[in-house]
């Protein structure tokens, strides 16, 4: 049997020695690499092929890949790589790895144009100074011809491997049968369209209610649909570690002990995974960066014998071979067939699995759990700000060449008169003279080998971020300064709709699917996030009866900001009602911790004798923790929290621990000057400025936290929803189909 390997993987894979070793960061983004290629190859002659095909078969190995370059004109094959700093201080085991890729893009391209021999050529391309240091050779296809063998015979044992291990994983998924007697009422529904999904190619949305499997019912069918597809990965996000556990347990259950040959891998972050946070990333500092490579062999073949690569598997795998936890795990990101992490992996400016995909020419399956975060989330990914406190903090703690550079930062800092202003276009000169911030510390770094002060190091991320986005500064994105007192201010590259980011990496998946119990509408999603027109959508039948759920809008009061005062002692005699008529355990949701706390001291006062509790402001996760273990089977009270907070969502509380929901807001967000720019971006583009700011996302929080009440088909339970608003019609459609409240809802006065 064949096996096909990447140029770059396989060079990755042979040609790397000695330490790990991060000085020479932050690299360019995956973007940046891009842009940063195609102004080196659009300097070159009008002869020049860029991006040349190659491929070329070694025993069982099938390797291919594309050359950066070739001018037929001189016989010149080029290898690009973008950097920042000074191309001097790339590290001998990067250089050498380089060597060795152009050096198998040379023999291929003579084997291909019958060429004797063939000039070489690696091009360092600095990104921020647009500048290039090239370094040449010449070979003979003779001793290209050995290198070559050498790489592919260092290969041959580990792909023989990989070949059997993707045979006995796909013959096992062909089988593979659901873990349960039976599927829950709506998951075969939500199954079969993701199992269509991949087997069409195409992008789906799928609103599938909560309670009815959707982790096992989406994995399920993705690795069913993996060997007929040639799926190579599939990758599964989340926005929680809750999430991100589910389907590791599921994975789990879907392996049957073993019998299923699947290999999972947990995405961890690096802060997370780091042995020695003390420490810098290279062999001078680290213990566990110190021959790494050298190590890397053993430890990726130890892990491959784990049944499980989560955050412990690795740890316990890396420490036994002394390597770096978080490093073996990007390398096993690699061999596994399913990578467990969060969207950031795939969708992010930099997200490596991404870049995996796109080295690898990967046919790759992705599902987004909790997808009604993605919005959000997305938004947040190609946001960039830059504070001018935290200009004068970086600044005092650099060195002398650093600070020139920040002083430049500074003078060239956009003034505005007003308390927040949106900018037509990010001034040249800011964006100028931040290049040259960046390139000094970079430069400052490469010299200096050790932790940056966190002031400077805080600034110098933001900084490079900024700079990446105003590359890409379109009507996608905001820039406006917010100006604190007198001295100081908040320049913001704020992205309002991120579909032309996220396009890219839609369109390069074999498959990707958002699921949710609230991704509705459709249209708002899909426009806002770039989804493919081809996109299919499901809104997968709810498994629970409406029997199970009373809902009740109370019309006779209103939670707006002006009304507020007024509602607060209904709204308090209201939860006290019906308290008395069916004692249990509830929650009362606000728009903020101040109505919260409003509400809560009428409470409070009115009905002492009723057990309560509330969220309170910046909770560690021991408090979150100690605030969901007053929620016992057959326990009593009320909890009072913040809609769209940490109990609104991806919490678990069946049967009797919680029995109602008192949702007091529509959970709009606040009307601001920053929403408001939005809203008015958003009318521009969609012409639904109003309904894509404040409606929908405001009613996802409240859907969300009324699912918190049913959790299961023998649960039963009360939602009352609170204010007026909710019985409007263009409300009503954004509730969940299987209430029959939004046709029938029961009026509720206090």
Request: net charge neutral; hydrophobic share 40%.
């Amino acid at each position: 049997m064949s096996y096909v390997v990447a140029v770059r993987a396989l060079c990755e894979f042979t040609a790397k020695q000695g330490d790990l070793d991060t000085r020479f960061t932050p690299s360019p983004t995956g973007q940046e690499g891009i842009l940063g290629h195609q102004v080196v190859t659009g300097r070159r002659g009008p002869h020049y092929q860029a991006e040349v095909s190659l491929a070329l078969d070694h025993g069982p190995l099938h390797v291919r890949g594309r050359a950066d370059g070739y001018d037929p004109d001189a016989n010149l094959l080029e290898e690009i790589k973008t950097h920042r700093g000074d191309v001097a201080r790339v590290p001998d085991n990067h250089r050498h790895l380089h060597w060795a890729q152009a050096r198998v893009y040379g023999y291929m391209m003579c084997r291909q144009l019958n060429l004797s021999e063939i000039n070489l050529a690696l091009v360092y391309f600095d990104i921020g100074r647009q500048t290039e240091t090239v370094l040449k050779e010449t070979r003979s296809v003779a001793e290209l011809e050995a290198i070559f063998a050498e790489l592919c015979g260092r290969f041959i044992a580990w792909a023989e491997q990989e070949a059997a291990h993707r045979v006995a994983r796909d013959a096992a998924l062909a089988q593979l049968d659901f873990p349960f007697p039976d599927f829950r009422p709506g998951q075969r529904q939500l199954a079969q369209a993701i199992w269509q999904a991949n087997t069409s190619a195409r992008c789906l949305l799928a609103q599938a209610p909560t309670g009815i499997g959707k982790t096992i019912g989406s994995l399920f069918p993705a690795l069913k649909a993996a060997p007929a597809q040639k799926l190579d990965k599939l990758f599964f996000l989340a926005a929680k570690t809750p999430g991100r556990r589910l389907a590791l347990d599921a994975a789990q259950t879907l392996k049957r002990g073993g019998v299923v040959p699947l290999r999972v891998v947990e995405m961890v972050a690096r802060d997370k995974a780091c042995e020695h946070p003390d420490k810098a990333c290279h062999g001078e500092s680290c213990p566990l960066a110190q021959g790494f490579y050298d190590r890397l062999p053993a430890a990726r073949q130890a892990a491959l014998g784990v049944d499980q690569l989560d955050r412990e598997g690795l740890r316990s795998v890396a420490l036994a071979h002394d390597v770096c936890p978080y490093y073996l795990g990007s390398e096993m990101a690699r061999w596994a067939d399913l990578v467990v992490g969060d969207y950031n992996y795939y969708f992010d400016g930099g997200a490596m699995l991404f870049a995996l995909t796109l080295i690898n020419g990967w046919r790759a399956s992705v599902l987004c759990d909790e997808a009604h975060n993605m919005v959000n989330r997305a938004r947040a990914m190609y946001t960039a700000d830059l504070d001018r406190g935290a200009l004068r903090a970086a600044r005092k703690t650099a060195p002398p060449l650093v600070r020139r550079a920040l002083d430049r930062v500074g003078r060239a800092w956009p003034v505005s008169e007003e308390p927040y202003e949106v900018v037509d276009s990010i001034p040249e000169k800011l964006v100028s003279e931040l290049q040259g911030a960046t390139s000094a510390i970079t430069d400052w770094l490469a010299e200096n080998p050790m932790p940056l002060d966190p002031d400077l190091q805080r600034f110098y991320f933001d900084a490079l971020q900024f700079v990446r986005l105003s590359e890409q500064f379109a009507d996608h994105s905001l820039f406006d300064i917010t100006r604190h007192g007198s001295r100081d201010s908040t320049l913001c590259i704020r992205n309002v709709v991120p579909a032309s980011f996220l396009k890219p990496r839609f369109a390069l998946a074999h498959s990707v699917t958002l699921f949710s119990a609230t991704l509705s509408p459709w249209n708002y999603f899909a426009d806002t996030l770039g989804m493919p027109e081809s996109t299919a959508w499901i809104d997968v039948e709810s498994p629970f009866e409406a029997s199970q759920l009373a809902v009740h809008v109370v019309r006779r009061i209103s939670t707006r900001y002006q009304h507020r005062a007024r509602s607060v002692a209904p709204i308090a005699e209201l939860i006290a009602r019906q308290y008395a008529s069916q004692p249990g355990n509830y929650l009362a949701f606000f728009s903020s911790f101040d109505y919260l706390e409003q509400v809560a001291d009428a409470f409070a006062t009115a009905s002492p004798g009723i057990p309560m509790w509330r969220q309170a402001r910046r909770m560690n996760e021991a408090e979150r923790e100690d605030f969901l273990a007053r929620f016992e089977a057959g326990g009593r009270g009320i909890g009072f929290a913040v809609l769209g907070g940490s109990f609104g969502e991806g919490i678990d509380l069946p049967g009797d621990r919680l029995i109602g929901a008192f949702i007091a807001t529509l959970g709009l967000p606040q009307v601001n000057p920053v929403n408001e720019q939005i809203r008015e971006r958003m009318e521009r583009i969609f012409g639904a400025g109003y309904d894509y700011t404040y409606l929908y996302p405001g009613m996802q929080k409240v859907v969300q936290a009324a699912g918190r009440v049913i959790r299961s088909q023998s649960d039963r339970g009360v939602v009352y929803l609170i204010d007026d608003r909710f019985a409007q019609p263009q409300v009503r459609e954004l509730l969940p189909r299987w209430w029959s409240a939004t046709a029938q809802l029961i009026e509720a006065a206090p």
